[in-house]
């Protein structure tokens, strides 16, 4: 991870620059968690609007155990993409992508551009497959991880349930990281998606 050399990337609103999570965001994570609805929370598997949640994050993107790139723009920190390698022993090959983005930088290329350098990292890890996971009525998020290439694989019905007791149904999406990346060298075609 420490190999991520920083980007600037052209955003409506202005360039962004995206770059390894390191300690100093503590504060800005902490703002940023604390802007998101309580929608976009659901499928996360920590409660990221608590300090001592935010401080296992760092220590675990520290250790390697997630590997987490943030966008800023000025000081401020606008959006996270992380990638979780598979634990299992029998798909070392998996990880999970998890992005999120400031309501305020919606609907600018902000989360595509995230993912693009996600599978930048994701291949520099040595992950093939990448999967998504979020809950169906979250349409716009589905739409951006659709338009580059990620497909529905799994639909768990009243999977995630929310601080007032409601069930959402999950849906997994997943991306061949992998044979895209071949692909595109096959056709000798530089993409963002997994160049810099």
Known sequence: MK???P??????????TVRA???GDRAALHAFAGALPSHDLLFLRRDVT???EIARWLFD??????????ATRQGQLLGVAVIIPGEAHWSPHVGELLVLVAPAARGAGLGRQLMQQAFRLALGLGLEKIVAQMTTDQVGAIQVFEGI???AEALLRDHVKDRDGSKHDLVVLSHDVARFA??????GVADAATRG
Not at 7 to 16: D, K, N
Not at 61 to 70: K, N
Not at 182 to 187: L, R
């Open 3 to 5: 190999d991520f050399k």
């Open 7 to 16: 980007i600037e990337l052209p955003c409506t609103g202005g360039a962004v």
């Open 21 to 23: 999570l390191v300690g």
């Open 50 to 52: 608590r300090d001592e």
């Open 61 to 70: 993107d520290a250790a390697g155990r997630v590997h987490t790139l943030v």
């Open 149 to 151: 290439g990620f497909k």
């Open 182 to 187: 071949a692909q595109q060298d096959a056709y």
